[in-house]
């Protein structure tokens, strides 16, 4: 034990300061602890323990050890569990951290479960199932204090959390996993000890499920000893509320006949005046129906709790609304009920029950007990192949049944408020979350039942209605619009949990529900815009959307209905909803196939739009499939549909670029180009698709001059037609400046594509797959211009993390602008993470669109030049070659990326001493080259200088000479004198090219 320091003057110990330090759950035995230890002369301090697990252990604990004195633990097995912590992580730092500082820790143990081994380098005093005066006995010891004679006095005395108060009335048991809610919980504890005497009462507001019995029942046993009198009365029922209330009368020893009443009164005056007992605790839990409150409401110098949904309560006593858990609660509860999941998975759990504790109860439950793995119990729930709403397998948590509270709401609102129910049955049949329900009052023309019509013309029976749902919490109003704009009903909207919307639809009729459900989606019909292409009206499609499943939309015969499903998946595919996009056309299918033809129109619609958005997600052999499948019954079936045929072999044309079969493709394209322009016209949105597609292939041709003028053609026609800021004109602008950077008109390209970006972001916003495409293409106008150098890699480097962030790591797109960043580090030295960041993007590519893919053969290209940096010479020729013969043997020897990639041939040739057979090559190049790109092109022009060096290099310096000064002066005409380029070419380093991934 610790020695004991004495004072000089009287021989007494000297006094210490102890920090406290306890988990909230254990409140009590802390006060006790403390107020123990400063009845013997010391000092102390509380400390609540919950650091968050970002932060380390031992951080944490050192944070401890910035006190004075010594840190006293107050252990059980669940002060371990807090966080939770990595496994392993809290024995580490006890042998370490603890051991080393064993002087300035202390601790005692609240519990007679095990605890973790390295635990005894505390050697923790066990104070559990003590008498109060043995474990103050043991207290002292372990601390190495000297018991006082006669110990001070103190103020107020805490009771010894073993013993119970005096009257004790049918509290819930102690909840052993409660979680988290301390703030909320000493919030509470204050509100009610700063009341006026008399007025001491508090409710609990929240929606049924959120936790407020919880939250009571753990706030009537964690200061249980500042109570000598605690009473629990369920409220649900008055008759039971008036009868549980009126026992207190014989506990309390009241001299009273049987009369309830008589009871009642007899229990409020001894309340009152606080006999037998002033310290004294009501808890008044589901108090719900008020109109009794002013006779059953006690007062007088103790505390009142109640638990309720109704928000009329704010006019009786003080209100504490109920939140959800904060996520860091919800995370750490799963995730020591479920050790098996990470933390980002418990993360999505969470954020899909929007931290409600009932169905994180369940979830918890269930995934600890099965070990389910999250994605397939996310997919359980949402499909309603789980239930949330279910009482928890361990009977731990929730005391009272979630369904039978319900229960006793809708019953009471259906006889004094029927159209509430309407109401509440209407919104089951939207998804849970925010419900346009205005809706209905904003489309009074809406083909609606005949009992729901009154929705749409009885404005104060619907405003009372929903008044009466807000203020049991079963809904909230979620009115949106600009500040200081008021919003009329007809665009008033609600939030519905997913809990009550579970709950509730157990609870209304199957007829009922059939009913509302056609209600919704004719609503949804009467809402839908019309046009999914004008990103002005993406906002109302994004609030449709949620909405088609639950409310029968995607089974309903009805035309208006199925189309306003097409457009909702259109606006999924323009907006960069890609995978809500796929898993609605799955869902729409599944139920289309049942009642409809393959061949009917809504079925081909279909299939462009899921053809579209697989596409979109690099799924382009799955799309080819797909529409080929449905190219083939068209060509069989006795009615020829012509425009059906064109639309379907534009979209297999489109897969076919994805593919690499850029001749094929072209050729596709062309017929399709040619028949709808015969067909509609020149103008119509689907020609103006067509010929934008037509561009693209001749750009992937590596014709590039040709697809320069179709795309300025297609972009006046889309500015005419269309509007400038419509997504798909704006995607024409940043088309032109694209083929003019690939024409080596690198100034031009960055004037046109930096108005086409911020339009873009003005338009569709900053993280838009659209506009992330044209902020890359941006990025390489940058590179290729070369006077933002200093800018270009920071700039670069964020868009990176953001398009990972919307497209995922291995989508194409990343993939694309992977290798650019790639290349441009390898350009600027740093070496080593140009060599992992080309080396990810080409295994990328090849497990995403085979080895003899022409991006795929591209990509050797980059890293022959990562090799030849480094030194491997012999390495990068063998990839260089092989990217030359690859392509030229899928593309033609006139390419582009084949011109590259023998550029980057010849060098390696000359480096590697074969200098007859790398002028020969250069020579061949440069032909192809001025054939291809015309002589002022900057590949071209790289082309002379290479022929130069390698003609230099065979000692034929006349040839050498005339042909790198007139590339000198073509390069300074052209980019300038002081563009990289331009430099290079005047220093004699030798010119490559690296490649640039793109798949159209």
Request: hydrophobic content about 40%; proline content about 6%; overall charge negative.
């Amino acid at each position: 034990m610790a020695e004991q320091r004495r004072s000089a003057d009287k021989g007494a110990p000297a006094p210490e300061h102890f920090l406290v330090v306890f988990p909230g759950y254990h409140r009590s035995w802390a006060a006790w602890i403390a107020q123990t230890l400063e009845r013997h002369g010391h000092r102390t301090t509380l400390q609540r323990w919950d650091p968050p697990r970002e932060v380390p252990l031992e951080d944490a604990l050192g944070d401890l050890l910035l006190s004075s004195g010594r840190v006293l633990l107050v252990l059980n097995d669940w002060f371990f569990e807090l966080g939770p912590r990595p496994a392993g992580e809290w024995n580490d730092v006890l042998r370490g951290f603890v051991a080393a500082h064993a002087d300035r820790f202390c601790a005692v143990n609240l519990t007679n479960r095990p605890l973790l081994p390295a635990t005894a380098v505390l050697e923790p005093a066990s104070l559990w199932g003590l008498s109060e005066e043995a474990a103050e006995e043991r207290l002292l010891s372990r601390l190495g204090l000297e018991r006082r004679r006669v110990p001070r006095v103190l103020p107020a005395r805490v009771r010894y959390p073993e013993t119970r108060c005096e009257i004790w009335g049918e509290v819930p048991r102690r909840n052993p996993r409660f979680t988290g809610r301390d703030d909320l919980l000493t919030d509470l504890h204050q509100r009610l000890a700063d009341a006026e005497r008399g007025a001491a009462a508090c409710t609990l507001l929240g929606m049924s499920g959120i936790g407020k019995t919880q939250l009571a029942a753990e706030y009537a046993h964690r200061f249980s000893t500042d109570y000598d009198l605690v009473w629990w009365v369920n409220s649900d029922d008055r008759n039971i509320q008036r009868d549980r209330l009126g026992e207190l009368a014989v506990e309390l020893g009241l001299p009273i006949g049987s009369e309830p009443g008589e009871r009642i009164r007899a229990v409020r005056d001894s309340l009152r005046r606080g006999q037998p007992h002033a310290n004294w605790l009501l808890v008044f839990d589901g108090w719900d129906d008020i109109d009794s409150v002013n006779a059953l409401l006690p007062q007088g110098p103790g505390h009142v709790l109640v638990t309720s949904r109704n928000r009329a309560w704010s006019e009786h006593t003080d209100v504490l609304e109920v939140p959800a858990f904060v996520r860091v609660e919800s995370t750490g509860y799963l995730m020591r009920r479920a050790p098996h999941i990470t933390a980002d998975e418990a993360d999505e759990v969470a954020a899909e029950f929007g931290d409600v504790p009932l169905p994180l109860v369940q979830a918890a439950s269930w995934l600890g007990e099965s070990r389910m793995e999250v994605p397939e119990y996310l997919r359980m729930v949402r499909e309603r192949k789980l239930s949330t709403v279910d009482e928890p397998a361990t009977g731990e948590g929730f005391p009272q049944s979630s369904m039978t509270s319900w229960s006793i709401l809708l019953n009471r609102l259906r006889n004094a408020q029927p159209r509430a129910i309407d109401i509440l049955g209407l919104c089951t049949s939207f998804a849970p979350g925010r419900i346009p329900l205005g809706l209905i009052r904003a489309y009074p023309q809406a083909d609606l039942p005949e009992g729901l019509r009154w929705m749409a013309s009885d404005l104060p029976a619907w405003t009372k209605a929903l008044d009466t749902l807000v203020n049991y919490s079963v809904l909230t109003r979620e009115t949106r619009g600009p500040a200081g704009v008021e919003m009329g009903p007809h665009q008033e909207s609600v939030h519905m949990h997913r809990l009550v919307h579970d709950i509730v639809s157990k609870l209304i009729s199957e007829d009922g529900r059939a009913v509302h459900r056609r209600a919704v989606h004719t609503l949804l019909a009467q809402a839908d815009p019309g046009n999914p292409m004008d990103s002005r009206n993406w906002p109302r499609y994004a609030e449709l959307l949620p909405h088609l499943e639950p409310s029968g939309a995607l089974g309903s015969t009805d035309p208006r209905v199925q189309e306003t499903v097409l457009n909702c998946l259109r606006y999924c595919f323009r907006s960069g909803e890609y995978t809500a996009g796929l898993e609605l056309a799955q869902r729409v299918r599944d139920h289309w196939a049942q009642t409809m033809e393959p061949l009917a129109q809504p079925m081909l619609d279909l299939t462009t739009q899921e053809s579209n958005i697989l596409r979109a997600g690099g799924r382009f052999r799955e799309a080819y499939e797909l529409d080929r499948g449905v190219l083939k019954k068209l060509q069989a079936a006795d009615r020829h549909d012509d425009l059906g045929e064109l639309n379907t072999k534009g979209a297999m044309a489109s897969s076919l670029r994805q593919l690499g079969r850029y001749e094929e493709a072209y050729r596709l394209q062309q017929e399709v180009l040619d028949g709808n322009v015969r067909l509609l016209g020149p103008d119509e949105v689907t020609t103006l698709i067509d010929r934008h597609n037509l561009g693209v292939s001749l750009r992937l041709l590596g014709r590039y001059a040709e697809a320069y003028e179709v795309d300025l053609e297609v972009l006046a026609r889309r500015e005419s037609v269309l509007r400038a800021r419509h997504i798909s004109t704006l995607n024409s602008a940043s088309g032109v400046a694209e083929d003019l950077r690939l024409l080596g008109r690198y100034r031009d390209a960055l004037a046109r594509q930096e108005p086409v970006v911020r339009m873009h972001v003005q338009v569709l916003g900053a993280q838009h797959p659209q506009t992330l495409e044209a902020r890359s293409r941006l990025a390489m106008c940058y590179r290729r211009e070369g006077g933002h150098t200093q800018d270009v890699g920071q700039l670069m480097a964020g868009l990176m993390e953001q398009l990972e962030q919307v497209h995922g790591r291995e989508h194409y797109r990343t993939l694309a602008f992977i290798t650019n960043y790639g290349n441009y580090l390898r350009e600027h030295g740093d070496l080593s993470q140009a060599r992992d960041l080309i080396g990810e993007a080409e295994v990328g590519y090849r497990a995403l669109l085979g080895p003899a893919h022409p991006v795929a053969t591209g990509m050797l290209a980059n890293t022959g030049l990562v090799m030849q940096v480094a030194g491997e010479r012999a390495e990068a020729m063998s990839m260089f070659e092989s990217a030359l013969a690859g392509l030229t043997a899928t593309l033609g020897p006139d390419h582009p990326w084949v011109l590259g990639c023998a550029l980057n041939a010849a060098s390696a040739r000359n480096f590697n001493g074969r200098i007859a057979d790398a002028v020969e090559l250069s020579r061949d190049t440069l032909r192809r080259a001025r054939h291809m790109l015309g002589h002022e092109h900057p590949l071209t022009l790289s082309c002379q200088v290479a022929l130069a060096a390698d003609l230099r290099a065979g000692r034929e310096q006349e040839e050498a000479g005339k042909l790198e000064e007139d590339a000198l002066l073509a390069l300074t005409r052209t980019l300038g004198a002081q563009h990289p380029h331009t430099l290079s070419a005047r220093q004699r380093i030798r010119p490559y090219w690296d490649f640039e991934p793109y798949l159209g």
